[in-house]
DNA sequence: GTTTATGCAAATTCTTTGCAATACT
DNA sequence: AGTATTGCAAAGAATTTGCATAAAC
């Protein structure tokens, strides 16, 4: 584990706290899309559901994690990459894929988004796209 | 009120009665995604909230209605486009447009999809987008 | 020392299930 | 008549809130 937590943290204000530390680190080692289940899972010895809640709500207004879309109802959160390299523009658009095998969802960052062209009078500011599919080792 | 909602129970084998009718009704005159929520707030005079969650998982099942990405958290569903034209191949690709100002969000069938390449070794067999901007009603 | 985060209990809200009564075909 | 749907009650999950204690700065 690097310091990675510990400097996100202080970097966005926030106290420097065992259960932030830990959500965070979870989030950098496994690199797919978490739900609030999925974290309970593993850190539940550690600290009490409420305050995963609380943690992700947090880290949601600092912007420090985002929503991930997911037709199964759970609402899912990923790590903003933006947070790793300073000064860059928010990007709000994002590219996950969810396999049907291992139920994974991770984020693609590789992707070049396409430019969706709207009807006129459409302002798009944020496009968020799901694939669905079988990953490169589920298959 | 057409028939539509009675002849689209009947192609799928559904019974038709009020709440189903009713429901459908919703759907075609609002023409967005609705979430269990707002057909509550319509419905809830007339049928039970156990009754329209059964609803909806019924047309889901029989792919009336299809889930819709929402960020929001709530689940939101729509009407499934190729209900209306018989024998079209099922096509689960949907682009779908929430407006941040009226927080609608409607199907746009206009679009054609963009094609995503997708690192090797990725299969894919759904693709959802969603847009989220400012719509032309309220730009 | 002051402010913020945590844990626990409890309140709300959301969703599902069982079963008798009702409506549909 | 026979089968599927509905409404009500109640169970079970998921999420939020209040407040005293503990930890961070």
């Given amino acids: 584990m ?5 400097h996100l943290l202080k970097e966005n204000n ?3 706290t065992d259960c932030r530390i830990d959500v965070l680190n979870t989030f950098i080692s496994r690199q797919v899309a978490l739900s609030h289940a999925d ?3 593993v850190l539940k010895e550690n600290f009490d559901r409420v305050t995963l809640y609380r943690t992700l709500k947090t880290f949601l207004d600092k912007d420090l994690i985002h929503k991930v879309l997911d037709d ?3 609402a899912k959160f990923a790590l903003c990459s933006h947070q790793h390299e300073e000064h860059e523009q928010h990007d709000h ?3 996950h894929f969810k396999c049907e095998v291992c139920g994974l969802t991770n984020c693609i960052e590789e992707i070049s988004l396409p430019n969706i062209a709207l009807p006129k009078g459409y302002k ?3 496009v968020n796209v799901l694939v669905q599919g079988i990953c490169n080792k589920c298959a």
């Fill in 93 to 95: 658009n994002h590219v």
């Fill in 72 to 74: 199964s109802g759970a």
């Fill in 14 to 16: 926030l106290r420097v």
């Fill in 39 to 41: 974290l309970e899972e």
């Fill in 2 to 6: 690097s310091e990675k937590p510990t």
């Fill in 124 to 126: 798009s500011k944020e």
